[in-house]
């Protein structure tokens, strides 16, 4: 029903940037939010960043000031960018959709994402 494809992900020193994108394929299907968790080693899964229908936007407290989210105009594409990247942002970005149709999410296979210098 619906593929997600993230990109992006690397490896970076402390203080730089990457961006993730992540294109979503679905025929007919209405989007009602797209966004970004991660989950580092032994680490639970937590929202990153979500954009909504409205295009409010919500960002975990650890990256608000840091990382932007976006759309592109077709609701096919989620970016994420990141800036002054931190050791502690060292994860698996996973990339999903919301459908509220299906009241479910689905979800990118994920990009690893590793600040290190």
């Known amino acids: 029903q619906v593929q997600l494809v993230e990109s992006g992900g690397g490896l970076v020193q402390p203080g730089g940037s990457l961006r993730l994108s992540c294109e979503a394929s679905a025929s007919g299907i209405i989007f009602n939010a797209m966004g970004w968790y991660r989950q580092a080693p032994g680490q639970q899964r937590e929202l990153v960043a979500s954009i909504v229908i409205d295009d409010s936007t919500n960002y975990a407290d650890s990256v608000k000031g840091r990382f932007t989210i976006s759309r592109d105009t077709a609701w096919s594409t989620v970016y994420l960018q990141m800036n002054s990247l931190k050791p502690e942002d060292t994860a698996v970005y996973y990339c999903?959709?919301?459908?509220?149709?299906?009241?479910?999410?689905?979800w990118g296979e994920g990009t690893l994402v590793a600040v290190s210098s």
């Open positions: 999903y959709v919301y459908v509220f149709k299906y009241n479910k999410n689905f």
